[in-house]
Every structure is written in structure tokens, then in C-alpha cells.
Nanobody, 126 residues
Framework: QLQLVESGGGLVQPGGSLRLSCAASGFNLNNYAIGWFRQAPGKEREGVSCIGRGRGSTNYADSVKGRFTISRDNAKNTVYLQMNTVKPEETGIYYC???????????????????WGQGTQVTVSS
């Protein structure tokens, strides 16, 4: 089975930090671009960050640039999203997704992503 499992979500205060993990099983993440998406209550799912395969180029939504960092640990077959100085509006379910087709710069559209995790809840509240 090819699976992605997110973890690390939870309750965090505004301005705090959180690290999300996306662990892959059944396939090697080295060969996939990985995207992080957020679905806030009542809103459509939107891209937060992604990391490409090969060169591993990263991309960030303007709203999180400078505060969030996406990284990949090939030895652990895991991708991380380090979230710093989080804001209440960043509450939502965070999903990771893998794309076998994206080469070079990754994108935030959902279509290129083949596999999706179940999501992990992040709540930013005091």
C-alpha cells in the first residue's frame, strides 16, 4: 500500500511553533514532489508549501513565507513542515500529498498530486 500519514498537529497558541510530519510507506519520497495543503473551516483547500523532487526546490504561499519551512529527510522517508509564529487564521486540517509527475518547481494545484494523507488538525488559539 502507498500511504502518507500526517502527524504533529494539535493545539498551539498564536505566535507559537509546530512541526508537522508526513511519513510515507510503500514508496520512496525521494521520487515525489510533496505538497502541504490546508483546509480551514468553511473554506476551500489551499496550498501552503511544497518541495520538489530532484533538486528539492521549495515553494511557499505568500502568507507563510518567512515563517514556515518545508524540508525532507530522505533517510526517514519523511517530509516536514516547520510552522513558526503561527496565526489563528492558519487553523485547519493540514494534508500532505505526493506527486510523481512534478519535475522542477512544485505547484499548489491539487491535480498533479497522486497520493493524499488523512490530514492532521492544527488549531491556533489562545
Amino acid at each position: 500500500q502507498l500511504q502518507l500519514v500526517e502527524s504533529g498537529g494539535g493545539l498551539v497558541q498564536p505566535g507559537g511553533s509546530l512541526r508537522l510530519s508526513c511519513a510515507a510507506s510503500g514508496f520512496n519520497l525521494n521520487n515525489y514532489a510533496i505538497g502541504w495543503f490546508r483546509q480551514a473551516p468553511g473554506k476551500e483547500r489551499e496550498g501552503v508549501s511544497c518541495i520538489g523532487r530532484g533538486r528539492g526546490s521549495t515553494n511557499y504561499a505568500d502568507s507563510v513565507k518567512g515563517r514556515f519551512t518545508i524540508s525532507r529527510d530522505n533517510a526517514k522517508n519523511t517530509v516536514y513542515l516547520q510552522m513558526n509564529t503561527v496565526k489563528p487564521e492558519e487553523t485547519g486540517i493540514y494534508y500532505c500529498a505526493a506527486s510523481s509527475g512534478l519535475i522542477g518547481l512544485c505547484v499548489f494545484s491539487s491535480a498533479p498530486y497522486d497520493y493524499w494523507g488523512q490530514g492532521t488538525q492544527v488549531t491556533v488559539s489562545s
